[in-house]
């Protein structure tokens, strides 16, 4: 009696080709899919050779250009200076990339599981849950290493002293951790406490803009001033 | 025949909210008294229990899968409580019956409301014979004179289409079928409950007859046009009874809805078990049904039925047949509103309002031409006229035998003016024209549209003057309809005398009406054969949206279709041969009782009261029917949150006692926890039966308004009110020794 | 360690930024899939390719262009990975193994980006360019393609199911809206630092004498595209929080700006392709208030640090990175998990417990606040149904939404496409955990070996990408079961969008009205966060008190 417009739902069913004939079976879809999916592929391949190959050669050109420095790693060398090229000779790591210092005459990064500690072809965290036991444990070890390396009460030490990052590469650590070395870094080197400090406290970069992020100390340019410094 | 017998409107009865409920028909009290409007006695749920029980067959169950679930649950955890039985797993094992039993318990409630109505039309159609024509089928084929034809009686029950029989005073008619021979009074107060009989007679509008009515006087000839078993009456058996009953569109989306939430559910406690394996807090499978029937939606898989059933029933209080529940939905819907004027937004007919002479011509003269060229007009017009001539001007009706030797000039489609002749001699005061008496003293009166009446007054020599002219447009741009009125005396020029106002008369109330409709979305168009002028005038009064002026069938089924090309759904009413097509092409047609059988087979409802204005009423059924259905979803999923903060801790507590803190009701034990769960879970659904029968509160209201109240009556309420019912069962069943 | 008003700071900054780009970049969204005509290019593309990209095309020839399309995707990368030993620019990496091949196939196709491997070791330049980053724009082209021919659908009246031209929208998405905004954007990851370069592994020797391997390769485009996309797979193992992805805090923003940029803005498109620019604002508070709750439930867990670990540490700074502290940790990981993006500046494995659960909750909400590019408006708009089914019958009628009556087809579809991906994850997680395969992956036991598991078909499920990533799944098993968990929580949703798409375009609009649903005011918004909050707690309450919930109440 009442008479709606909509289609009936058997009509779902089938399948119309794009010049808008209509095909009738599930042999005809199978044809128009096989059609469908080299298309596809055609499409697909000019998408690689565009996005694919054009794009990030277009962006890598660009690049290289306008932020060389930044493009290739923004490696650093033994002078403090910059390189461009891993090739470089001179070349002592990346800034962004936290490498490991283990004596007491280097500022010490943040604990590391990428790898065996600051490995690139390794990077990840520790994966570890907020109740893990076994995190627990590791985390009142360290606690009470670097307690006693730098001869401060363990209730001092910071956060970040205590936990790996999520890259394992955490090139920085936090003023507080980075004040907290000062000390034993001077004896180490025996330097004048107050020049150590002073380094540190030039070398804090505070939060970007202002609000974005965290106040952090790079620990490969705190300690290649320190190198420059002691020389 | 008198038309006042079937006027759709009975002027006397004030159009507002709830009109049946104001002037019930006897038969609509005897509904009611026989269904129980006051609720929901343990009598009632005693009555109902039996068909309950049966409903219990897995196989009648499957159409609800909420239920079927539930069922096959209480099945499994009734096998465990036998293998190792206790008061926790007997408790929650009766409940779980329980949630089924009433639910099952709900639609047959509903469904005992229609079984009263279902034994009294029964009675209607106890065997009876038929006097049947024997004659070759050419000759039944002529629609004359069969009733001189002999008969044989037969069983009504073996009539076929095609069948002629002959009914006379006293008897029942057979089945179904059209007068086609005669006219008769019928009582059809079995069918309507209206005891006031109503006239069939052959050909027009009112030919249509129904079987089990019973013919008062005289003798018809009746041609069968529906075969035993399937006449009205059988059909309206099967629709109050509720055995043809089929899941409406929307009840059918709903229902996949609810399926899909339980198989959600499903997969959610089925998991959930090798997750509690995992956690080392293995469930049992007592537990986990449990938490599965809380879980999915039961309380509206329970009511879902029983709101359907219950909402076809309010139509059928309100004495509408509806055809089938996709058209009770669709009344919902519906965006516009097919008004005839005649009879719905104005009382019937037009009517004399006013006499107004022409200059010079005394009212008294006028009231008298009137009165007397109105004696031979019998339509609902004429009589209004005669009507104002007696109680406005004080003349008396006279009697046919007063006026020896006039003759009467009925209406043609040709001449559009009626009137009569008189003798010279006649009675009556004659107007004393400029030339005094006549050479042949014949005084000839005549009645009729302006245009017709100045065009003879012309065609005598005479003239009708500016002020006639002046008078009939005032009245037309009034929106009234002038009658004009001239006589000529023998041969002189005919002159005219006056004008009768003609006026409809827009029902009282009805402008709230529609402006509640228009609260609603709905759009009220009128329909009307008048000019534009008219229409807009009495559209204006009435209150409605829109005109359809001079409207043919075809304009009407145009602008039908018209309607719905823009995606609107659209109401009507009607009763003639030709509203047929447009009430078939309407998404609600109502066809009249009164109407012919082909606007009934073309509607897909049927107003048994034959009142148009009706169509209101069935609006809003359509819509509190969905409301109900949507109050009691929301309701039913908002409770779930309740019985998760009731459950979880209490299956998980073991293990992770920090989850005693989601415990926020503060249950006594794990167990009765769930078993105050299973419980609620059961009476919620008794306990809103009441509401699925009666339907939730209406009131028109636009959408936002009427969301917001829904949404903070069913939604936040379906949030709170389980923390408290199971709290408070919860103080009761941690009495239970072996639960706490 | 972090004040709260710099966290408040850092998501005003942002919020700013969307806000800024919300009204261009969501009308010309709308205008490029509004106009009649090519670009010359694109032209003489479709010429030489012979796609006909005018046929106005029935939903099923929609979608099968698009299943085509992305069949010839999985076949190509699965070629790619099984031969990148043979191919140049591999840096020695291996062939992938053929379950691994698979799930990396599958994952980058369906915009997922799992990854069950290391880009530094087992993937050359190559293949990251040619194979990844590729898929990294198609992806996520499909899904837009996906929600403009339902919009489509919604904006037409009686149009015989006929929805556009995959071809068409897919080519459009790309050329016109992706590549210009990742180079841009890879221009900027560039300045502050992010390397763009085709070096190979080098061993340097650092200032304390040591070995170091330091990386190169073209990262920047395809990290532009990763955040733009939502797709997430890191070019390294550490993802976002690798300092040559992700180097400084304005690099961060920049990433999770760019996450959420197109998914922001596509509500405007769809207000104005529907004509109606409220719903759009309607879908776009709804969102926006789901992401706003998540980022402050996440930010304010890490600022308080609950569990034994944090509370032993000082802070909840495991797992994260000095450079980005807790509170920008937290926009990320709220942001990334809240879109189907799924890269990650933080191990969200050591996410405190209910920072934890909130990046979880995120994934269960279907993608959609505000989900994948495409794939989190349409699945929105899919909850708008369920929202207007339930809501629309309380005002007493048939529910519709944007003027389509929401029937019993309909309403199948849409029943469907919410059990989906539930029954995806509950199955997945269900069996995992069942067998000894499953449970041989988790790192952390107890409540957080499940949410181990249980986020990793979550994350597979709503093609999200990131990881509690202690779950060892470099196993056949995980790489079989979560790549059938991303390719069916992908085209099964899109199949069944599509369908809608298709009933949608074959029904007469019917206007609104004074009874019709108002689906644009705050009321409807409420109930839509409402409805999706319920479905999706009800969905997975049960399990989270197992994991998270246990964790967080502990």
Redesign the interface.
């Known amino acids: 009696?009442?008479?709606t417009?909509s289609p009936t739902p058997s009509t779902i069913a089938h399948q119309a080709v794009s010049s808008g004939r209509t095909s009738r079976s599930g042999g005809a879809t199978a044809v128009a899919f096989t059609r469908q999916t080299w298309a596809g592929a055609r499409v697909l391949i000019a998408l690689t050779l565009l996005l694919g190959v054009a794009y990030p050669l277009a962006v890598t050109a660009v690049g290289q250009v306008a932020f060389p420095w930044q493009a290739n790693g923004s490696l650093v060398t033994a002078d403090g200076g910059r390189a461009r090229s891993l090739a470089d000779d001179d070349v002592v790591g990346s800034a962004l990339i936290g490498q490991r210092f283990d004596g007491p005459e280097w500022f010490h990064p943040r604990p590391s599981e990428a790898g065996e500690g600051y490995d690139p072809l390794a990077s990840g965290g520790s994966n570890l849950g907020p109740l893990s036991p076994d995190l627990l444990a590791t985390v009142e070890q360290r606690r009470a290493r670097v307690a006693a390396e730098n001869d401060v009460a363990p209730a001092a030490v910071p956060a970040d002293a205590l936990t790996a990052s999520a890259s394992g590469l955490d090139p920085e650590i936090s003023p507080a951790y980075a004040r907290l070395q000062a000390a034993r870094v001077a004896v180490a080197r025996n330097l004048p406490a107050d020049d150590v400090d002073a380094l540190v406290e030039g070398a804090i970069r505070g939060r970007d803009l202002g609000l974005l992020g965290e106040p952090r100390v790079n620990v490969l340019e705190l300690n290649l001033a320190l190198e420059t410094m002691g020389r | 025949m008198s038309s006042t017998l079937m006027d759709p409107a009975d002027p006397a009865e004030p159009v507002g909210p709830m009109s049946s409920d104001a002037s019930p028909s006897p038969r609509a009290e005897v509904r009611r008294r026989a269904t129980g409007r006051q609720g929901l006695g343990p009598r009632q749920l005693a009555v109902a229990l039996p068909a309950a029980l049966r409903k219990l067959d897995p196989r009648e169950l499957r159409r609800s899968p909420v239920m079927f679930v539930v069922e096959v649950g209480a099945a499994a955890c009734t096998v465990l409580t036998v293998v190792s039985p206790g008061v926790f797993a007997v408790s929650i094992t009766a409940w779980l019956w329980a949630t089924v039993v009433f639910a099952t318990l709900a639609e047959s409630v509903a469904e005992s409301r229609g079984k009263a109505q279902a034994a009294s039309l029964r009675a209607s159609q106890a065997q009876t014979t038929a006097r049947k024509v024997t004659a070759p089928q050419d000759i039944l084929e002529y629609t004359g004179g069969l009733a001189a034809l002999p008969t044989t009686e037969v069983p009504s029950a073996s009539l076929h289409v095609g069948d002629v029989v002959v009914v006379a005073a006293g008897e029942t008619i057979p089945g179904d079928g059209d007068v086609i021979e005669g006219i008769a009074s019928v009582d059809e107060s079995a069918i309507t409950g209206e005891s006031a009989p109503v006239i069939r007679e052959s050909g027009g509008d009112r030919s249509a007859v129904t079987g089990g009515t019973t013919v008062l006087s005289d003798r018809v000839v009746v041609r069968i046009t529906a075969p035993a078993g399937h006449t009205f009456v059988d059909r309206m058996i099967a629709l109050v009874e509720g055995s043809e009953r089929r899941k409406t569109?929307?009840e059918?989306?709903?229902n996949?809805?609810l399926?899909?939430l339980t198989?959600?559910?499903l997969?959610?406690?089925?998991?959930?078990q090798?997750?509690?394996?995992?956690?080392g807090?293995r469930q049992s499978l007592l537990v986990l049904v449990a938490?599965l029937v809380c879980?999915i939606p039961t309380t509206i898989g329970a009511l879902l039925s029983a709101i359907g059933i219950a909402g076809m029933d309010r139509l059928v209080q309100r004495n509408v047949l509806a055809?089938?529940g996709?058209?009770v939905?669709?009344a919902?819907?519906v965006?516009v509103l097919l008004l005839d004027k005649t009879g719905t937004i104005t009382l019937g007919n037009r009517q004399a309002a006013e006499l107004i002479p022409v200059e010079g011509v005394e009212p008294a003269i006028l009231a008298d031409a009137a009165q007397l060229s109105s004696m031979a007009d019998e339509t609902p017009e004429g009589r209004s006229i005669l009507v104002l001539v007696k109680e406005r001007h004080g003349l008396r009706a006279r009697e046919s035998g007063e006026l020896v030797g006039a003759e009467l000039v009925a209406f043609t489609a040709r001449t559009r003016m009626s009137g009569l002749n008189l003798p010279a001699g006649g009675q009556g005061p004659r107007s004393g024209g400029p030339d005094g008496g006549s050479q042949d003293g014949v005084r000839r009166i005549r009645k009729g549209a302006a245009a017709a009446v100045t065009s003879w007054v012309h065609s005598t020599g005479g003239h009708a003057g500016p002020d006639t002219a002046r008078i009939v447009d005032a009245i037309s741009a009034s929106g009234g309809t002038p009658l004009v009125v001239a006589e000529q005396l023998g041969s002189a020029p005919a002159r005219v005398l006056g004008v009768v106002h003609l006026k409809d008369v827009v029902k009282q109330g009805l402008r709230e009406r529609f402006a509640e409709l228009?609260?609603?979305?709905?759009?009220t168009v009128m329909v009307t054969g008048d000019n534009a002028v008219t229409a807009r005038a009495i559209a204006l009064e009435a209150g409605v949206d829109d005109v359809l002026a001079e409207a043919t069938p075809e304009d009407k089924l145009a602008l039908i279709r018209r309607e719905?090309?823009?995606?609107?759904l659209v109401a009507m009413a009607g009763d003639g041969t030709n509203d047929a097509p447009a009430l078939?092409?309407?998404?609600?047609?109502v066809a009249m009782n009164t109407g012919t059988t082909a606007a009934k087979e073309?509607?897909?409802m049927v107003d048994l009261d034959s009142n148009p204005t009706k169509l209101i009423e069935i609006v809003q059924i359509?819509?509190?029917l969905?409301?109900t259905?949507?109050?009691l979803?929301?309701f039913s999923?908002?409770n779930?949150?309740a019985k998760?903060f009731a459950i979880?801790p209490a299956m998980?507590v073991l293990v992770?006692p920090?989850?005693e803190?989601?415990n926020v009701m503060g249950l006594s034990s794990p167990r009765s926890a769930i078993l105050s769960a299973v419980v609620f879970n059961a009476l919620i659904i008794i306990a809103l039966i009441p509401l699925s029968l009666r339907g939730v509160r209406?009131r028109p209201a636009?959408?936002?308004v009427?969301?917001?109240r829904?949404?903070l009556l069913?939604?936040a309420g379906g949030l709170i009110a389980p923390f408290v019912g199971i709290k408070a069962i919860d103080l009761l069943v941690s009495l239970l020794p072996g639960i706490s | 360690m972090s004040a709260p008003w710099i966290a408040v700071g850092q998501i005003l900054v942002l919020v700013a930024a969307l806000a800024a780009v919300h009204l261009p970049l969501g009308g010309y969204l709308a205008h490029v899939f509004m106009s009649p005509r090519h670009l010359r290019i694109e032209r003489a593309g479709y010429r030489a390719l012979r796609v006909d990209p005018d046929a106005d095309q029935r939903w099923s020839m929609y979608l099968l262009s698009l299943l085509g399309f992305s069949l010839a995707s999985v076949l190509l990368l699965f070629g790619l990975e099984r031969l990148q030993d043979r191919l140049p620019l591999s840096l020695g990496a291996p062939a992938m193994d053929p379950a691994g091949a698979w799930n990396t196939a599958v994952s980058f196709t369906t915009n997922t980006n799992w990854q069950w491997y290391s880009g530094e070791v087992s993937a050359g330049h190559l293949l990251q360019m040619a194979g990844l980053t590729v898929q990294n724009f198609a992806s996520a082209a499909v899904g837009i393609t996906v929600v403009v021919a339902l919009i489509r659908g919604f904006a037409r009246?009686g149009g015989g199911g006929r929805v556009g031209n995959f071809w068409s929208d897919l080519v459009r998405a790309v050329v016109r809206v992706l590549l210009p905004l990742a180079v841009v954007a890879a221009l900027a990851l560039i300045a502050t630092g992010v390397i763009q370069n085709f070096a190979a592994h080098t061993e340097v020797t650092t200032l304390a004498g040591g070995g170091q391997h330091l990386l190169g390769g073209p990262v920047a485009s395809q990290e532009a595209i990763k955040e733009l996309g939502t797709n997430g797979g890191g070019f390294f193992n550490a993802n976002s929080a690798h300092p040559f992805e992700n180097p400084t805090p304005v690099s961060n923003l920049l990433e999770i700006f760019l996450l959420l940029a197109i998914p922001f803005s596509l509500p405007r498109t769809f207000g104005i392709m529907v004509g109606d620019r409220r719903q759009g604002w309607a879908i776009l508070a709804a969102m926006g208030t789901l992401w706003l709750v998540a980022v402050g439930l996440l930010t304010w867990a890490e600022l308080s640090g609950p569990g034994a670990v944090p509370q032993a540490a000082g802070a909840a700074m495991e797992g994260k990175e000095t450079r980005f502290g807790l509170a920008a940790s937290a926009l990320f990981a709220a942001s990334t998990t809240a879109t189907s993006t799924g890269a990650v500046n933080a191990t969200h494995d050591s996410l405190t417990a209910p920072g934890g659960g909130v990046a979880l909750f995120n994934m269960m909400l279907g993608e959609v606040s505000p989900g994948g590019t495409g794939s989190g408006l349409y699945g929105m708009l899919v909850l708008a149904i369920?929202a207007v089914?339930?809501?629309?019958?309380?005002?007493?009628?048939?529910p519709e939404y944007l003027?389509k009556k929401?029937?019993?087809p309909?309403?199948?579809v849409?029943?469907?496409y919410?059990?989906t991906v539930?029954?995806i994850i509950?199955?997945g997680?269900?069996v995992a955990?069942?067998t000894p395969d499953g449970?041989a992956g988790i790192l952390n036991a107890?409540?957080h070996?499940?949410s181990e598991v249980l986020y990793a078909f979550t994350s597979a499920g709503n093609n999200n990408g990131s990881a509690f990533a202690g779950l060892a799944v470099a196993t056949p098993f995980y790489n079989t079961a979560l790549g059938l968990a991303m390719l069916l929580g992908r085209f099964v949703p899109i199949a069944l969008v599509l369908a809608l798409a298709g009933r949608f375009a074959g029904q007469?609009?019917?206007?609104a009205?004074?009874?019709?649903?108002?689906t644009h005011?705050p009321?409807f918004v409420g109930?839509l966060v409402?409805v999706a909050l319920?479905l999706v707690?009800?969905?997975?309450?049960?399990?989270l008190?197992?994991?998270a919930?246990?964790e967080a109440?502990?």
């Not at chain 3, 007469?508 to 206007?511: A, I, L, Q, V």
């Open positions: 009696m009442t008479t417009p | 569109p929307n059918v989306a709903l996949v809805l399926t899909s198989i959600i559910f997969l959610a406690v089925a998991t959930l090798p997750f509690a394996v995992y956690s807090a938490l879980l055809m089938s996709r058209a939905e669709a919902g819907d965006d228009r609260a609603m979305g709905i759009r719905q090309a823009g995606g609107r078939a092409q309407a998404d609600v047609g073309a509607g897909n359509g819509k509190q969905l409301i259905r949507g109050a979803t929301t999923i908002a779930d949150v998760y979880l998980f992770f920090q989850l803190v989601l209406y636009a959408a936002a009427m969301l917001r829904n949404l069913y939604g | 009246s369920v089914f339930l809501a629309g019958l309380m005002v007493g009628r048939t003027g929401i029937g019993r309909e309403i199948t849409v029943a469907l919410v059990l539930p029954a509950l199955v997680t269900a955990i069942a449970r107890g409540p070996g499940l007469t609009t019917t206007p009205g004074a009874g019709t649903l108002p005011g009321l109930l409402v319920v707690g009800l969905t997975y309450i049960p399990v008190s197992l994991g919930i246990a109440l502990a």
